[in-house]
């Protein structure tokens, strides 16, 4: 049975940080790529951050740059995403997903499993 769990989520006040866990189970991890997307209350999911198989190159959306950091653990089947001077904008619930692609990809609809999320509140 396929599962991605994903912890590590809460309120925080501006500038402060979090660290975003997702642990898999049940497919090949090292064979996906891995992703992290939001969806904030009223707008569409988007992408966040994403990470190779090998955890060799990290991508992420232009407004997270320099913010936030992916990473992966395939020894333990977890990628992460550090979260830091984090703003109300960041508002929202934050998913991880596996895409069972060669190279990286933004596309939610490429990505196969998805985990139930966890809230991020930025708020003081």
């Known amino acids: 049975q396929v599962q991605l769990v994903e912890s590590g989520g809460g309120l925080v006040q501006p500038r402060g940080s979090l660290r975003l866990s997702c642990a898999a189970s049940?497919?090949?991890?090292?064979?996906?790529?891995m992703g992290w997307f939001r969806q904030a209350p009223g707008k569409e999911r988007e992408f966040v951050a994403g990470?190779?198989?090998?955890?060799?190159?990290?991508y992420y959306t232009d407004s997270v740059k320099g913010r936030f950091t992916i990473s992966r653990d395939n020894t333990r089947d977890t990628v992460y995403l550090q979260l830091t001077s984090l703003k109300p904008e960041d508002t929202a619930v934050y998913y991880c997903a596996a895409a069972p692609t060669a190279y990286f990809t933004a596309r939610s609809n490429e990505y196969k499993y998805w985990g139930q999320g966890t809230q991020v509140t930025v708020s003081s």
């Open positions: 990470i190779t198989r090998s955890g060799e190159t990290n």
């Open positions: 049940g497919f090949r991890f090292s064979m996906y790529v």
